[in-house]
């Protein structure tokens, strides 16, 4: 008798919780407004660099820094990391820029390429009115051996 009460009562225990919907989320890429990064590095020194980005509504989460390497080894394509609550109802004022910092460390010596994304052109449409190109700024930064 006891192993059945006792299975009832884990029964009701389990059936009684339920998973119901979980959220959802719409992954977005921000454009780095501002950064400051150094312009002389050297190789396997540690250094920071800020970023600035502007979240369009208060509804807009930071998850991370993208940081895309390229082939080379020497290009690394930056981008802001956001997210939205999928059904969310996002009203209000824009929030103030917010500033993220990373540290980057060389490996290579050599001249190392930053693509900061810059968002979309929103002049370049295909035929779905889908923007087709995004936008970044490049900058190089030479970075030298050891002494």
Excluded: W
């Excluded at 008798?1 to 959220?23: E, Q």
């Excluded at 993208?66 to 969310?88: Q, R, S, V």
């Excluded at 109802?89 to 290579?108: A, R």
């Amino acid at each position: 008798m006891k192993k059945i009460a006792l299975l009832l009562v884990l029964m009701t225990t389990f059936l009684s919780c339920s998973v119901g919907d979980t959220d959802t989320y719409t992954p977005h890429f921000l454009a780095v407004e501002t950064y400051t990064i150094p312009e002389n590095l050297v190789v396997n020194q540690s250094y920071t660099i800020s970023l600035t980005y502007q979240k369009p509504t208060a509804c807009y989460n930071f998850r991370d820094v993208y940081i895309g390497g390229g082939t080379d080894g020497l290009t690394n394509t930056i981008a802001i990391y956001t997210d939205t609550k999928d059904g969310e109802n996002c009203t209000g004022s824009i929030p103030s820029p917010s500033t993220v910092s990373i540290v980057f460390t060389p490996t290579k010596v050599g001249t190392y390429t930053f693509k900061f994304y810059k968002g979309a052109d929103e002049d370049d449409e295909d035929d779905d009115g889908n923007t087709t190109e995004d936008l970044y700024e490049d900058v190089q930064v030479v970075v030298a051996a050891a002494s």
